[in-house]
Structure formats: C-alpha cells, structure tokens
C-alpha cells in the first residue's frame, strides 16, 4: 500500500518541495492552500497523471478545514498517515510596533494551526495505531529570530513544545511527531524578507556560508515520514548550516 501524506502550505516554498519529495518516495499526497484553486494547480503540477495527489482547500485558522481535510482524504484514498505542519505565515514588523490584530493573525496561522492539526489528525492516527507528524518550526523559535518578528518566533517556539506534548501523547499509539527546525533557506519567503546587501550579509554570517537548500528539508520530512522512523518522536531536527548549535 502506498502511504498516504497531507502537506499545509504546500502552494510555494518549503511544501511545495516537501510534497514534491514525498511524490518522488511514492507517497500519495494531498496539497493543502487557503485557496482550492491554487492548491489543485500545484497538485497538478507535480502529477499531471492525478493519481497520486489532489489539491485541497485548508485554512490552519480553522479547526473544521482541518477535519474536512481529513474526511476528504479518507474518502480519495481511505486512510492518512503522514501529516506535514508546514502552513506558515512570517511577519517582521518590529517588536514594539506590532497590533493586537497582527499578533492574533501570526498565532493563529502558525501556532494554533498546528495545535489543532495535531489534535485532529493526531486522534485519527492514534485510532489507527499508526502516524508521522513533522511540524515546521524556525531557527527563529530556538534563538529569538534575526529577520523574522517576535510574533512569527514566538509561534515557532510554541510548535517546538506542542511538538513534545503531542509527541508524549501519542507515543504509545504508533504515532511519532516531529519538528524540523530550518535556518534560512534558499526559498522565496527568505528572498521577499532580505534582498541585496543584506542577503550578502546574511550569508557571510552562516558558518557554512550559503543559504538551505528546500529539497534536502524535503528529504528529511521522507526520513521521518517512514516507517522506519519509530525512535525519534519529540525530537526537533536542526538544519541552519551551523548558525545555532546545541
Ligand atoms: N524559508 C525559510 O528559510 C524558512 C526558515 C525557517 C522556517 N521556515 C518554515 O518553513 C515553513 C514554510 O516556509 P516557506 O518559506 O515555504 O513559506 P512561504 O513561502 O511563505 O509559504 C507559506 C505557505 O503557507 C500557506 N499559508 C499561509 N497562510 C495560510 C493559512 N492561513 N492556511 C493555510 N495555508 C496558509 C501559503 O499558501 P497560500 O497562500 O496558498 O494559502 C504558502 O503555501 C514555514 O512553517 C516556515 O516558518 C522557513
């Protein structure tokens, strides 16, 4: 049987190569956007066949997407396995000049998207006896941030320890959860927030003196999405090219 994956945020960036890895170690994988146009193209994109993906409408504010999404995928394919906690959005207004409204919107994408994707998802897996959860967190939620504001960090933060307490909930259950944890990453997100100068400068500050690569963040989520990935759960995986070490 092909195992089955959700990606959140999969439209550009980091999902869209995460669930471009996953297709190519033959997964089945639903790609999830705000927007259920934009999610069916990239679906499309990377399996013109559409045997093997399907685009899915999925806003992380809302807890009933993340339900409908689970019931859409069990209906195409009869089973999930694999969720990945990708769907993020990055603000750098600075810290004293954040609203009330902008703080809410960075929480509520990024932190309680993931909390209650793991809730939902979480559940379903544990009733199965089998799952893979792999949260994208930040450098940002281990050292406080550099480009990034104290909102988006914050948020990071939070997904590293909601990483460990579902990792703790349903590690009897057969279910692993994950956190990957990226510095910069060669990607459009890092050219939209540093361009030029800056983005020189940025580089010449990462020891390894380049930016991340997305299909390599792409081939952890496969490690950690198979089977044999049964003894790390709680566990956040480091990928900043030597920026923070610990
Ligand atoms: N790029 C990096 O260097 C870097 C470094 C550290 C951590 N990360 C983490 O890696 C992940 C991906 O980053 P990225 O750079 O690829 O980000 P990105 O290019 O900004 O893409 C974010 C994705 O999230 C989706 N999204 C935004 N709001 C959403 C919502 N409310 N509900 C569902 N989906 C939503 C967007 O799709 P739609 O607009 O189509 O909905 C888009 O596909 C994030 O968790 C980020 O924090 C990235």
């Known amino acids: 049987m092909k195992h089955i994956a959700l990606v959140t945020g999969a439209t550009q960036g980091l999902g869209?190569?995460?669930?471009?890895?996953?297709?190519?170690?033959?997964?089945?994988?639903?790609?999830?956007?705000?927007?259920?146009?934009?999610?069916?193209?990239?679906?499309?994109?990377?399996?013109?066949?559409?045997?093997?993906?399907?685009?899915?409408?999925?806003?992380?504010?809302?807890?009933a997407d993340f339900e409908d999404a689970l019931a859409?995928?069990?209906?195409?394919?009869?089973?999930?396995?694999?969720?990945?906690?990708?769907?993020?959005?990055?603000?750098s207004t600075p810290v004293m000049q954040i609203s009330q409204e902008e703080f809410d919107d960075v929480i509520a994408v990024n932190?309680?998207?993931?909390?209650?994707?793991?809730?939902?998802?979480?559940?379903?897996?544990?009733?199965?006896?089998?799952g893979r959860i792999i949260n994208m967190t930040s450098l940002?939620?281990?050292?406080?941030?550099?480009?990034?504001?104290?909102?988006?960090?914050?948020?990071?933060?939070a997904i590293i320890t909601l990483t460990k307490v579902f990792a703790k909930e349903l590690a009897a259950r057969g279910v692993t959860v994950n956190a990957i944890a990226p510095g910069p990453i060669d990607s459009p997100m890092v050219h939209a927030l540093v361009s030029g100068e800056r983005l020189d400068a940025l580089t010449a500050g990462i020891p390894v003196r380049h930016l991340g690569n997305a299909q390599f963040i792409g081939e952890l989520v496969v490690q950690l999405a198979r089977p044999e990935a049964d003894?790390?759960?709680?566990?956040?995986?480091?990928?900043?090219?030597?920026?923070?070490?610990?």
């Open 72 to 91: 859409a995928v069990q209906a195409r394919w009869g089973a999930l396995h694999v969720v990945v906690n990708n769907a993020a959005i990055t603000q």
């Open 16 to 63: 869209y190569a995460i669930a471009e890895r996953l297709l190519a170690a033959g997964f089945r994988v639903a790609l999830t956007g705000r927007n259920l146009q934009g999610a069916q193209k990239v679906a499309a994109e990377l399996d013109p066949t559409e045997d093997a993906a399907m685009g899915l409408a999925l806003d992380t504010r809302n807890k």
């Open 140 to 157: 940002a939620g281990q050292n406080g941030g550099t480009s990034t504001g104290a909102h988006y960090a914050a948020s990071k933060g």
């Open 111 to 130: 932190q309680r998207g993931t909390f209650f994707s793991c809730q939902v998802f979480g559940a379903h897996m544990a009733e199965a006896g089998y």
């Open 231 to 246: 003894f790390t759960t709680g566990a956040t995986w480091d990928v900043n090219g030597g920026l923070y070490m610990r």
